[in-house]
């Protein structure tokens, strides 16, 4: 009663006092506060010498060839020893290689990572009597004292009798499908402070061993790579760690990466596994230090867990574990996003980010520049390149790739059938490559992009723009774009707007006043990815447009600004870290960043809609089949106040999408907390419910007991500032729950 | 009504709220607004307050002339608004919505403000 008010008070007063009430919700919601940054503006980016305590920086983190404290290695494992590539066996038949009908045994699916089901029962005209099965509490949220740093992301898998999910912290569990109910949980004991960016585990790993016959422990198991940096493998059946892979069940994948603290380096991505091979990739923290960990990729043996490869950008020669005082190159860009692997032709493709302090690319090796915001064709054999596509060049914008890339089969202008990959980006450019060669299928256009205000750090003179798929964004900003509640604030904001460098997309990062990101570092495309139908052809994408606003700031601004790396020993848990201020520790400058927004009242600077979904026909000439804003005010509004306005303005999101052969497309991801159904060919919503938290997460379909199933981790997102829960939520029509 | 010299009514209390409003507003917008026009921005909000500073004075001198400057200033709001977005609800709502909420309570004030004149009138006659 007195809640229902509160929304009843909160929009009347949204409704009488301003124009307008629907926002992106960047707003609190819950515990944490919202993203702090604070811009320094024109001609502030520096501060004067008498305030600070050196001309050089005074908050560093230790010598990059420090050796690694003990506990860095978070259950301290022995290291692990290596296998050649020869001794490994071919590997077995995998579930995700052919799905049975109502499973979803990989995290995008099946080993194409296409988010489409086969099932039937949910239709257009069914869908609307959905009601909740069953919720399942994973027993990972905030606890009193610690900062919201909660987006569980999680997207549970499918396979014959067990859903199989992880919490935000790493524990693994099986579920009854049908009822919810745990059937094993492995508690991993992750602890807070190995927490990055975010808790997040986005998913495991189903693999069926060559070597371990059917009916013995760990002949099916699940593989999990860990925020503290583990790999870990558990039987299917019972949860029990697998004796033979690693040390009981675990590898150490801190070794060789030298200094590190907890929290600097995390997995959040289920690892795929490719003829055999647990390929591995992790987040290092943004915007710490030029020589941050390493960004190295590694292959592991499924079967015994031990190293395989390894392939470090800065000896790329060397694909051995290091051995002694070494460790694999300093600073080299990242590979956080859920990688794809492609079993016929021996390859993984790796989504990666920048090379360390990414807001400056004057430090960058030519070797690091050539590979980084690209697709990474590794050949798992070997661990060397293939092939490497490069989406942004030179990229200051955070614009590291955050979607896992979809496989299908493509008739190219020239009329062939090739083996395709769809590569969406945070510009919202979605490059359709040849999958054996990179080469672009549909035609890319180098564009000239704008020239460099920074000294020492000039820009690449051109940028690829993939003409031959709609363009995932919205035209350039004008300042009469900017919007608010009452003329006031949209004044505001158009002085934010002609305060700062812009000359549209690539406008360069600038230090004597602040420049705007447009997309922004929310994409365009992120790690929701894109679901695709590979019976109507049609690509399902939700995407973003939230512009950033930035600044770069002198070495003795950061200084006063207390901006140091995470692995500096004055750092505070819990204090900043990626996508706010960043003090890029070893190069010439720190950087501040936050969303374009009017900091008082929460709202985007710009007119709305702040995130779209468009439907691709992929088979008929890459036309938009339709295309409108996701998500309601409902829950958004100024200051954060829910509105419970229906109207779809279009809000900035995170998860992706599920299409299925009964024509739909299931989504929440939008920060109006919903989860929909859309009708696949006409875009229309046709259902939607209130979920607990945020969804941001992507959503997953199966059949258990007769019965269609669609289940979405509710976990909500700090930075999205969506109410956290630790609530999966599993939909069924009411003759699948009487049972 | 009973109308004691000297002392205000509610709606003459309203109204010179009103007038205190529209000032604040404008000084805003002026001060604002001249940032903006001097970098490059709308020249809108600069001319808009200026004449809402004015409709503000005289509402708080309980002149009828501020209400009508303030309509103005609503007149040339909307104008300025179609020209610049065109029949865009959206973007209309920023530019033109809370002014014209204000507009429907200054035309309110109408009615205060011409029975403040003609006791003014009538304080000068005697």
Known sequence: MRRSHLLATAAGLALACSPLAAHAQFAPAGSGGPPSATIPGPGNADEPKENTPADSSYFAGPSPYAPQAPGVNAANLPDIGSIDISEI???????????????????????????????????????????VAFTYHTGSYPRPGQTNKWAAETTPIKVGDGLYMCSAQNDIMKLDPVTGKEIWRRNLNVKYESIPYTAACKGVTYFTSAVVPEGQPCHNRIIEGTLDMRLVAVDAATGEFCPAFGHNGQVNLMQGMGESVPGFVAITAPPPVVNGIVVVNHEVLDGQRRWAPSGVIRGYDAESGKFVWAWDVGNPDDHSQPTGNRHYSRGTPNSWA?????????????????????Y??????????????????????????????????????????????????????????APALIVPTKRGQTFVLDRRTGKPILPVEER??????????????????????????????????????????????RIKFRSAHYDGEFTAPSLDKPWIMYPGNNGGSDWGSMSYDPNTGILIANWNASPMYAQLITRRKADALKLMPIDDPHYKPGAGAAEGNGPMEGTPYAIAIAPFWDPFTKMLCHRPPYGMITAIDMKHGQKVLWQHPLGTARANGPWGLPTGLSWEIGTPNNGGSVVTAGGLVFIAAATDNQIRAIDEHTGKVVWSAVLPGGGQANPMTYEANGHQYVAIMAGGHHFMMTPVTDQLVVYALPDAIKH | MAVRNGTKTLTEWLTLLLGVVILLVGLIFVIMGADLAMLGGSVYYVICGIVLVASGVFMVMGRTLGAFLYLGALAYTWVWSLWEVGVSPIDLLPRAFGPTILGILVVLTIPVLRRLKSRRTLRGAV
């Open chain 1, 89 to 131: 066996p071919s590997m077995a038949p995998q579930q995700s290689a052919n799905p049975a009908h109502g499973d979803w045994p990989a995290y995008g699916r099946d080993d194409n990572q296409t988010r489409y089901s086969p099932l039937t029962e949910l239709t257009p005209e069914t869908v609307n009597n959905l009601k």
């Open chain 1, 338 to 358: 859920a990688m794809t692997g492609d079993n016929a032709l021996g390859l993984v493709y790796v989504p990666t980010g920048n090379a360390g302090g990414d």
């Open chain 1, 360 to 417: 400056y690319s004057g430090l960058r090796s030519p070797a690091e520049n050539a590979i980084s915001t690209s697709i990474v064709a590794l050949d798992v054999k070997t661990g060397s390149p293939r092939w490497v596509y490069q989406t942004t060049r030179k990229d200051v914008w955070d614009y590291d790739m955050g979607s896992q890339v979809t496989m299908m089969d493509l008739r190219g202008p020239d009329g062939m059938l």
């Open chain 1, 448 to 493: 000239p992009a704008p020239a460099g205000h920074v000294p020492g750090d000039s820009r690449a003179p051109t940028q690829p723009w993939s003409v031959g798929m709609p363009a995932l964004r919205m035209p350039e900003l004008r300042e009469k774009d900017m919007w608010g509640m009452s003329p006031i604030d949209q004044l505001y904001c």
